[in-house]
């Protein structure tokens, strides 16, 4: 069995071109714009418009937290903010957790989504986690790529999962084991 505080020691991950650092106020604006860009909002199902406050309030108790952890991905070359990762959902008994992703506004499609992914994945499986699992809905093929180049294998589907602009969509459920034989870095 895992700890139940498996993220007291948050550590920030390194990657060629990548940087995860604990998620905290230092981010604020341009974190709060990402949340607010309509593409994220349908990308991520998210009905709520964030408010400043609020997400000022998120932002500073998120090293309270030790079951979960909270990244802000910048880029090491300027340290321009690409998004957020996460690792929630921890269930300690069956040493697994839930990931998410969220890239900013201009910054698809140039392989920071994979890279940030193949940095929680590793991460979470050198602290001893056996599953990583996530969910994607299947109006989003770019995301379901870049998961399945990161070792994720489509498990199931929430059918009408989200409602989105008046229409149903399904919820596609992906996971990882720490025993599968991972794809290496193309």
């Known amino acids: 069995m895992i ?23 230092a981010v ?8 607010t860009d309509p593409e994220v909002a349908r990308l991520t199902g998210s009905h709520v418009r964030p408010d400043r406050e609020r997400t000022v309030r998120w932002l500073a108790t998120r090293g309270d937290h030790h079951d979960r952890a ?14 957020e990762a996460v690792l929630n959902a921890l269930d300690v ?24 992914t193949r940095l929680v994945v ?10 990583v699992e996530l969910g994607v809905f299947a109006f989003n093929p770019r995301a379901r790529r870049v998961y399945e180049k990161c070792g994720f294998v489509l498990e199931g589907r929430r059918r009408d999962a989200l409602r989105w602009d008046g ?14 034989s991972l794809p290496s870095p193309a």
Not at 9 to 19: C, K, P
Not at 28 to 35: E, K, N, S, V
Not at 167 to 180: F, K, N, P, R, Y
């Open 3 to 25: 700890s139940a505080d498996l993220f007291r020691h948050q550590q920030t991950l390194v990657g060629e071109r990548v940087q995860l650092e604990p998620l905290g106020p």
């Open 28 to 35: 604020l604006d341009d974190y709060l714009a990402a949340l």
């Open 70 to 83: 909270d990244w802000a991905a910048v880029r090491i070359a300027d340290g321009a903010f690409l998004g």
């Open 93 to 116: 008994d069956n040493a697994s957790a839930r990931y998410r992703v969220m890239l900013a506004p201009g910054h698809h499609d140039q392989g920071y989504g994979t890279e940030i």
């Open 122 to 131: 590793d991460h979470a499986f050198t602290l001893g986690l056996h599953r």
């Open 167 to 180: 229409e149903w969509h399904d919820e596609l459920v992906m996971g990882v084991l720490a025993t599968d």
